[in-house]
């Protein structure tokens, strides 16, 4: 990115010669390898698909129960996005180290992709009448979370086939982002065995 020199002075004092690099505490993974390799080793796949999570607290915890919960993988967009830095990994309490993150175009492509392939992808949304629990998740599954602000953008809501609520009775009308991620995380975990499947 071409950005102005001021832009670079407010980052670095040194002698940075007009060039900047910004390195990822982690080596990204690629959705349409992983997708594969996931069914080649023989598991039931279970992905974590984030739209437009900004918050690196958020991030953060979501990552650690996706680790505590076998998730194989999370996705997240390239822009829009939170990345993975010193932040993110002291947040997740190092389970950025242990989980595979895919970073993708975008989400709806992402959740196009994962449909392709075989994976019933639930969106978790206050936009559905259909509670959580009531999700068939022993498949293969990715689901879907959007920022607490904005939700999760049209574009992926209208790829994904299953929408799925979480049932609020108080006076506030939604759960954080990382609340939501682990109550729905867990519910898929809870089917699986029920159902004597392999968790991880």
Known sequence: QRVPLERINRITRKNHQGVIAMMSAITYH???HLVPEL????????????????????????????ECAGVDAIVIPQHGS??????????????????????????AWAVKFLKENGYNVAAVTEKSDMNYV???YTGPVALV??????????????????????????????????????VAIYEVVRQRLNANLEVV
Request: overall charge negative; hydrophobic content about 40%.
């Open 30 to 32: 690629r959705l349409e």
């Open 39 to 66: 069914y080649e080793a023989g598991m039931l796949p279970f992905i974590v698909v984030l739209d437009g999570i900004t918050d690196v607290r958020n991030f953060g915890a979501i990552a650690r129960t996706c």
């Open 82 to 107: 939170v990345s993975v830095g010193g932040d993110a990994i002291k947040t997740s309490a190092g389970a950025l180290h242990h989980i595979p993150v895919c970073r993708v175009g975008s989400t």
């Open 134 to 136: 009531e999700g068939d």
């Open 145 to 182: 979370m959007g920022a607490e602000d904005t939700g999760i953008s049209e574009a992926a809501l209208d790829q994904c086939e299953t929408r799925v609520g979480i049932p609020m009775f108080g006076n506030i009308g939604s759960l954080n982002v990382s609340v939501a991620a682990g």
